[in-house]
């Protein structure tokens, strides 16, 4: 079983920053490739960012580019989303997301999901 649990979600003012963790546990995600999606409300669900989780190779949507970084700890299991220059448009509940290995520029086919954290930036 893979649980993923999302925190560090918000209130920040625009051009601010935050950071959003993504606790996982399961037994190895040697193979996985990690992702970042979010949804507003009225809105369908937008892939954010992905990465390899034993590589490290990263993939951001071109909306975030140069703006989010994500990362990850191997040691602690965490997957992280470093967000910087927030504007009111990426207001939306943040999730994580993990599959079993794919390329990373693949944005479907994400196998667990976590319950989302609450991301507002106020204008």
């Known amino acids: 079983q893979v649980q993923l649990v999302e925190s560090g979600g918000g209130l920040v003012q625009a051009g601010g920053s935050l950071r959003l963790s993504c606790a996982a546990s399961?037994?190895?995600?040697?193979?996985?490739?990690m992702g970042w999606f979010r949804q507003a409300p009225g809105k369908e669900r937008e892939f954010v960012a992905a990465?390899?989780?034993?590589?490290?190779?990263?993939y951001y949507a071109d909306s975030v580019k140069g703006r989010f970084t994500i990362s990850r700890d191997n040691a602690k299991t965490s997957l992280y989303l470093q967000m910087n220059g927030l504007k009111p448009e990426d207001t939306a509940v943040y999730t994580c997301?993990?599959?079993?290995?794919?390329?990373?520029?693949?944005?479907?086919?994400?196998?667990?999901w976590g319950q989302g954290t609450q991301v507002t930036v106020s204008s």
């Open positions: 997301a993990a599959k079993r290995g794919g390329p990373i520029y693949q944005q479907g086919g994400y196998d667990y």
């Open positions: 990465i390899s989780w034993t590589y490290g190779g990263t």
């Open positions: 399961g037994r190895t995600f040697s193979n996985y490739v």
